[in-house]
Each structure stands twice: as C-alpha cells, then as structure tokens.
C-alpha cells in the first residue's frame, strides 16, 4: 500500500489543501492548492530564512568576484554618472536587468573629486551621502543572495561604522578611516534566503557607494510579460500586504497554478506503488 503523498511544505506552511486527493484517486489532478493567509504574507517576503545570511569584511581591498560563493555583478557606472552631482535620489541605478538599490533617507550623488574627496583601492565612481546622516537603510531588489557597499566616514578621521542585514546579522563596529579608507561591507544567504534590507550606522556622518550584487531576481527578468508580469509585480514588488496581496496570489493561483519566482515551490511527485 503506498504512502500519501506528503504536501508541499515551504517554510513550514502547507500549500496543499486539506481536501485534496490522495494519488489514487482519479480526480487527483483537479486537486485544488490553496494557501493560508500565513503562507500569503510569508510570499511577499520572499520566504526568506534570516538566520542564514552571513557578514564577510572586505576591508579596503578592490570588490572580489564572488562572495559567499555568489557570484557579484558590480553596479554599472554608466547608470549612475547620468545623475548630475548634487541631485538628491531615493534609489540607485545600475543594477543587473534595470534593478536598483532604494535608500531612505535621501542622499545626493557624489563623485570621488567632486563632493568627496577620497575612497580606497583606485575607485573613482559615484558615492551617495546627505553630509549629516548617520544611519542610512538600503532596500535591496527581490531575490538577492548577495550585496557587498563601501563605506567612508566624512571626517578625516577614524569612526566605528555598523551594517546590519534584515535578519540581524551584523558586521560589528569596524573602525573606518575617513582618509582614503573607504571599507567594504558584504552580506550572502547560505540556502537560498534573500537579503531585502541593510543598515548603515556611525557616530557622524558618511557616504556610501560601489555595490555588487548577486541574485536579484525581477518579475521582468524572469521572463513573464503581459498580464503575468504585471500580477507578479503586484504580488512580488509592489509591497501589498493583507487583503491585497492574497486577492493577487489567489488570483495568480487561479490563473496559473503556481507561484510567481519571489515565492515558488515545486511539490514532490506523487509516489508510485500499488
């Protein structure tokens, strides 16, 4: 006699509804799956497990290749020099498929010579500060595994500065020179999870610049278009929560019997036996 077959599980939450069929029943492949007004919140997260996600120093040293083994792609240059110095921005182009990184608060574009006078290993590009904040939040694109950021502090002088990812991990005070000592500062999952969000923090202010990421996952960049790239956004990036976002994932169930990339899971097979 064959075993059930064991329903989906991602995070914990059942995707599989309680009435469906087991693999002997000949109605088996019109089962319907629902999810749980837990498991729709947990799908605008991206299902992230924040106890995997790591800090890797990367001191003064030019970006590496990878971090964590994620391959990083660095923000593209060309995005960024197209914003005059001075102007005031909420996000930050550059990224892999049209991705950006947002940031609150707002902060003027820099460049090393023009705004702010020194970083470290040779980098000559864009940096981004306001002159009086002393923490900063960047919002990372949907599915990122990876994200590295300098740091320098404004005074000519050596201050603790702190990034801290979503799920907590944190770099620590490292002590970063405002001369030409612009420190990097690295995150990566582990298993999968997804970075969304990373503090910077000091004592005075500083600006900040010269990302990589790895991941980054977009509606567009998945491949969907027409109507299914638009549900996606809704579900993925628009930042709905509550009624909102499960009347989109029910919709896009309904629709397509999946999930959108930020929240996919594939069941098992049913077994075979007899």
Known sequence: MSAPWPPSNLNGVILIDAASRGPGDPNMKSRRISLALSALALAAASFTANADILFQNLGTSAPPASIGGHAV????????????????????????????????????????????????????????????????????????????????PDPFDIFAITATSNSGATSGGIMVNGSAGANGYAFYSTAGESITSITISSSVDFAFGEFGISGGTTCASSGYTGTQLTWCQNICEKGYTGATLSTWIRRWLGRWHDLPYCANTTPPPPPQGG
Not at 104 to 125: D, E, N
């Open 73 to 152: 792609t660095p923000f593209d240059q060309a995005a960024q020099a197209a914003i005059a110095n001075g102007t005031y921005v909420s996000s930050i182009p550059g990224g892999p498929n049209g991705s950006s990184v947002g940031i609150s608060p707002t902060a003027g574009k820099r460049s090393i010579g023009s705004g702010w006078a020194t970083w470290s290993h040779g980098y000559t590009g864009a940096v981004y500060t306001d002159y009086e904040s002393t923490q900063v939040t960047l919002t990372l694109p949907a599915g990122t595994e990876a994200f590295y950021v300098y740091v320098e």
